[in-house]
Nanobody, 122 residues
Framework: VQLQASGGGLVQAGGSLKLSCAAS????????MGWFRQAPGKEREFVAA????????YYADSVKGRFTISRDNAKNTVYLQMNSLKPEDTAVYYC????????????????WGQGTQVTVSS
């Protein structure tokens, strides 16, 4: 599976952005999908995940209630809707494909996209 993230940009605090991650290959619907982020000088951290069907989701406490992960298997795409953005959300956001959506650790994911920059100004 090859992943291509897009949709990042510069937004003011309180604003919204929607990230997309397009996957190649016909096996997309077999994979759980996750979003991670890495801020400058910090380790990559888990943001959100969804099961292969999209029925189950899991969020980091820091984004719960503000971010929504969803997927469209017909379009081989997973999304991350980000609302009420804060300066601390500034990071490079990565999408990833794995098989354990309920385990928010990088090593649970087998395939990674290249990342898209999100910058939130105060």
């Amino acid at each position: 599976v090859q992943l291509q993230a897009s949709g990042g940009g510069l937004v003011q605090a309180g604003g919204s952005l929607k990230l997309s991650c397009a996957a190649s290959g016909r096996t997309f619907s077999r994979y759980d999908m996750g979003w991670f982020r890495q801020a400058p000088g910090k380790e990559r951290e888990f943001v959100a995940a969804t099961s292969w069907s999209g029925v189950s989701t899991y969020y980091a406490d820091s984004v719960k209630g503000r971010f929504t992960i969803s997927r469209d298997n017909a379009k081989n795409t997973v999304y991350l809707q980000m609302n009420s953005l804060k300066p601390e959300d500034t990071a490079v956001y990565y999408c990833a494909a794995g098989t354990n959506w309920y385990k928010p650790r990088q090593y649970e994911y087998d395939y990674w996209g290249q990342g898209t920059q999100v910058t939130v100004s105060s």
